[in-house]
Nanobody, 114 residues
Framework: QVQLVESGGGLVQPGGSLRLSCAAS????????MSWYRQAPGKKREVVAD????????NYADSVKGRFTISRDNAKNTVYLQMNSLKPEDTAIYYC???????WGQGTEVTVSS
């Protein structure tokens, strides 16, 4: 069973930083593109970042480009999302994703507020 467990969310002030982690299990992690999605209050879930199998390819939503960095450590089966210069509009539940995911996890909540 494919399982992705997100962590690292919390309350942060605008301009602050947070690092999210996603621990993966149940599949050959290094063979899959990984993504971070988020769902803000009253909004649909949207993709914020993708990373290729080796970590060399990355892609970002325009709204986070230049502020967020996705990375992965295949030896640890973990994907990260470094979030800098956080804005209130980044407030959302953040989810890890890969294309063989069976069920969405709980996500990790990020609240950006002063």
């Amino acid at each position: 069973q494919v399982q992705l467990v997100e962590s690292g969310g919390g309350l942060v002030q605008p301009g602050g930083s947070l690092r999210l982690s996603c621990a993966a299990s149940g599949f050959t992690f290094s063979s899959y593109v990984m993504s971070w999605y988020r769902q803000a209050p009253g909004k649909k879930r949207e993709v914020v970042a993708d990373i290729g199998r080796t970590g060399r390819y990355t892609n970002y939503a325009d709204s986070v480009k230049g502020r967020f960095t996705i990375s992965r450590d295949n030896a640890k089966n973990t994907v990260y999302l470094q979030m800098n210069s956080l804005k209130p509009e980044d407030t959302a539940i953040y989810y890890c994703y890969t294309n063989i995911l069976d069920y969405w996890g709980q996500g990790t909540e990020v609240t950006v507020s002063s």
